[in-house]
């Protein structure tokens, strides 16, 4: 099964396009600084969540990365409160998007640490 048929993925991804898209109307004195950091924070919850689906069968790796793709998204929701951004409704539906992303994260993480502490796993 491909990464790209997983829900999280693909509304990671999506964000991450999305965001990059918006960030560039950055002011050029925040471009290359706030813009790099918001791009990479963005990409890596992809990126986690990808590697995350490569590791699958190695519970410990698998819960590690999705911790990282929910850190990820805790330093995008940071990158979003400096509000730098011209098009408030576009950035405050990012921010929306990513929030609803981080709590799909932790859900998942919640789901497997329970599912593997269960007596018999």
């Known amino acids: 099964m491909s990464n790209r048929t997983l829900q999280i993925w693909r509304q990671a991804h999506h964000l991450a396009l999305d965001i990059h898209i918006v960030s560039l109307s950055l002011p050029k004195f925040e471009l290359y600084d706030r813009g790099s950091q918001i791009h990479r924070s963005s990409k890596l919850i992809r990126s986690n969540v990808v590697e995350n689906h490569g ?6 790796d698998y819960l590690r ?4 793709a929910f850190a990820s998204s805790f330093e995008t929701d940071d990158h979003f ?14 921010l929306s998007r990513n929030q609803t992303l981080g709590k799909k994260l932790n859900r998942s993480i919640k789901t497997i640490e329970k599912s593997h502490s269960e007596p018999g796993n």
């Open 55 to 60: 590791r699958g069968k190695y519970k410990a």
């Open 81 to 94: 409160e400096t509000r730098s951004l011209s098009d408030r409704e576009k950035c405050d539906d990012l």
């Open 65 to 68: 990365f999705l911790n990282y």
